[in-house]
């Protein structure tokens, strides 16, 4: 129970009210179902974006090290800069989905349904 009350507090189903009754905790659910919506999924893709953003941006210097290597062999360099292409692909798609998390933070695709 603890777990399951857990994980509907970090997504901001439920919140965790002040006041208390005969020693213990009460909640109460999120009714809005937008702003439900808004805090679950912002909360997901904003940990996506964040442990992959972390990701590439560890490996880039690597590969470009390795790409630089005059004892690396010809395949390999080729290898690692379609390895590169796919990495920057990968950094145009994140901050995309970061400009999208953000814009959902906002409550910018909700404006006309509120």
Not at 17 to 36: H, S
Not at 59 to 78: C, G, M, N, Q, Y
């Amino acid at each position: 129970m603890s777990y399951a009350l857990r994980s509907l507090l970090e997504s901001q189903m439920v919140k965790k009210l002040e006041e208390k009754q005969a020693r213990k905790e009460l909640y109460v659910a999120e009714t809005d179902f937008f702003l439900a919506f808004q805090n679950f999924f912002t909360s997901k893709l904003q940990h996506e974006i964040d442990v992959m953003a972390e990701a590439i941006n560890k490996a880039l210097p690597e590969l470009r090290e390795l790409i630089l290597d005059e004892h690396v062999s010809d395949e390999e360099r080729k290898l690692s800069l379609q390895d590169l292409l796919k990495l920057r692909h990968g950094q145009k798609y994140y901050a995309w989905l970061q400009q999208f998390v953000d814009a959902l933070k906002c409550g910018k695709y909700f404006e006309d349904l509120q």
